[in-house]
């Protein structure tokens, strides 16, 4: 889109995630990374350097330079909240990584700050834009596997402690399976299958105490505060019924890794690639299938999109009108979803989402080569 002025964006948080958008933000020319900051200020500096940003600066001279534009917000999902929030009231936009907030009140007051500051607000994640998610959305939209009738989705690990450097966090409130990994499978379920009707959770405390022997903390004793594997049932508009699995728990998952998502349908079954990536592929066995033989789809479109794509659809949007997909809307539902599983374990009691999801329009191959110029 050479005729659009390129949005000027300023990074907040140059932790590990950082380094993907920079190096796929230079990927589309309606972004161009102004400026980054960090609470470590060599750090910053160190991924201006990197990645040929024009400035490494506070947090505070980033929201008081008024060429920036859009805040990305790559902070610690604890911080995403009030960052996004200092930002809405400096009057910028704001993209944030997942999930949007830690607590339902903070979600909320993210989405009246938008609009009584006339600002867009999105939120990862951004991988159900990748060819993986659409493509099974176009699949099943022409009705490859009948029906849809029933789910599963599985995300199991053994835990953040054996490889993340820092892994106190993700076994705190704010923390755990659900909140981390959740929003890439929630994001997914609902682009895939719509509206939820209703959800029941149930959760457990399965290994209270860790011991770190990631570096450079091995050897530190974690007490575990969140739940570390939770297990919820999901009711959809549509009458699709199935199970979603969170967990820190387990030392193997039950599925292959290519393919955590299954969807059954009454003329066959989807598997889903990996939510979490771009690319995964998508295969269908039909009832008219010979034998175990799964049809391997190829993607609607053949780019190999990375982090930043959201950013990009959302910068679009703000030059065009046009909506963008990865709104805080949908990130709010996401995340209402994520405390619905917590909340229902605590309570034994069923949770109705309180706003309807609202579909997502799908990409398109134009679209994608529009926006890589």
Known sequence: MPDIVPVKVG?????????????????????????????????ASARSREFSVPRACTLEQLLADPDIEIVLNLTNPNAHAPVTLAALAAGKHVFSEKPLASTRPQGLEILRQARANARLVGCAPDTILG???????????????GRPVAFTAAMMTPGHERWHPNPDFYYQPGGGPMMDMGPYYLAAL??????????????????????????????????????????GTMLFDSGVLGT???????AFGDYDGKFPITIFGTEGTMRVGDPNQFTNPVKTRRLTDPGDTWTIHAPIFPQDLGRSIGLADMATSLRTGAPFRCDARRAMNVLDLMIGFLDSAHTGQVHVPPEPYEPMKSMSAEEIVGMLG
């Open 131 to 145: 060819s993986g998610i659409q493509t099974a959305g176009l699949k099943l939209g022409e009705g490859v596997i």
């Open 190 to 231: 609902l682009h895939l299958l719509g509206p939820v009707r209703q959800i029941t959770g149930a959760a457990s405390f399965a290994i209270p105490r860790r011991t770190i022997t990631s570096q450079p903390k091995s050897g530190q004793r974690i007490e575990v505060r969140t739940p570390d594997h939770i297990v």
């Open 244 to 250: 979603i699995v969170m967990s820190f728990a387990s």
């Open 11 to 43: 990074v907040i948080g140059c932790g590990s995630v950082s380094g993907q958008y920079f190096s796929q933000a230079a990927r589309y020319p309606i972004l161009k990374i102004q400026a980054c900051a960090d609470l470590d200020r060599d750090l």
